[in-house]
Antibody, heavy 122, light 110 residues
Framework: EVQLLESGGGLVQPGGSLRLSCAAS????????MSWVRQAPGKGLEWVSG????????YYADSVKGRFTISRDSSKNTLFLQMNSLRAEDTAIYYC???????????????WGQGTLVTVSS | QSALTQPASVSGSPGQSITISCTGT?????????VSWYQQHPGKAPKLMIY???NRPSGVSNRFSGSKSGNTASLTISGLQAEDEADYYC??????????FGGGTKLTVL
């Protein structure tokens, strides 16, 4: 069974940094693209960043480009999101998600983790 | 980047069919057959219901179907059931090599 478990969320002051982790199991981690998607309280989904499968390419939403960095450690089956220069509008539940089809990056996310809450406030 | 356009809410009675639209541009929905749909129950993570416009992942009921015409994609749920009450989001690959979601649609089963 595929499982994704996020961690690392919490309360951080504006301008601060946080590193999220997503521990994956149940599939060949290095063969599948992964993404981070966030959801502000009471709001809709917003794609944040993606990491391709074997190619190692990274992609970012304009809203986080230059502030967030996605990476992965295939030896530990873990996806990361380093978040710097955090703003109040970054407050959200952050989900990691696996792409459905190996060799693709954006064609459907399945499954999703349970999410980790990031709150940016002074 | 503005979100894809979805109706804020739709409703239907048990057994009926409903359709949720998702409108974008030629740079996203209209330009690629990479539209997906997600179901989200309150307090839960989203679940993939449709990918590549009209394909169902294993385990998803055939009551869910997807289609696309021009810049608008649609999700149809037939034989509505109480458990279908949830928020639904469309997502599309974009020409900027990103993913864009719709604003979400709240489905109420009357």
């Amino acid at each position: 069974e595929v499982q994704l478990l996020e961690s690392g969320g919490g309360l951080v002051q504006p301008g601060g940094s946080l590193r999220l982790s997503c521990a994956a199991s149940g599939f060949t981690f290095s063969s599948y693209a992964m993404s981070w998607v966030r959801q502000a309280p009471g709001k809709g989904l917003e794609w944040v960043s993606g990491f391709s499968g074997s190619g190692g390419s990274t992609y970012y939403a304009d809203s986080v480009k230059g502030r967030f960095t996605i990476s992965r450690d295939s030896s530990k089956n873990t996806l990361f999101l380093q978040m710097n220069s955090l703003r109040a509008e970054d407050t959200a539940i952050y989900y990691c998600a696996k792409v459905l089809i190996a060799g693709t990056t954006f064609r459907g996310f399945d499954p999703w983790g349970q999410g980790t809450l990031v709150t940016v406030s002074s | 980047q503005s979100a894809l356009t979805q109706p804020a809410s739709v409703s239907g009675s048990p057994g009926q069919s409903i359709t949720i639209s998702c409108t974008g541009t030629s740079s996203d929905v209209g330009g690629y057959d990479f539209v997906s749909w997600y179901q989200q129950h309150p307090g839960k993570a989203p679940k993939l219901m449709i990918y590549d416009v009209s394909n169902r992942p294993s385990g998803v009921s055939n009551r869910f179907s997807g289609s696309k015409s021009g810049n608008t994609a649609s999700l149809t749920i037939s034989g509505l059931q109480a458990e279908d009450e949830a928020d639904y989001y469309c997502g599309s690959f974009t020409s900027s090599t990103t993913l864009k979601f719709g604003g979400g649609t709240k489905l109420t089963v009357l």
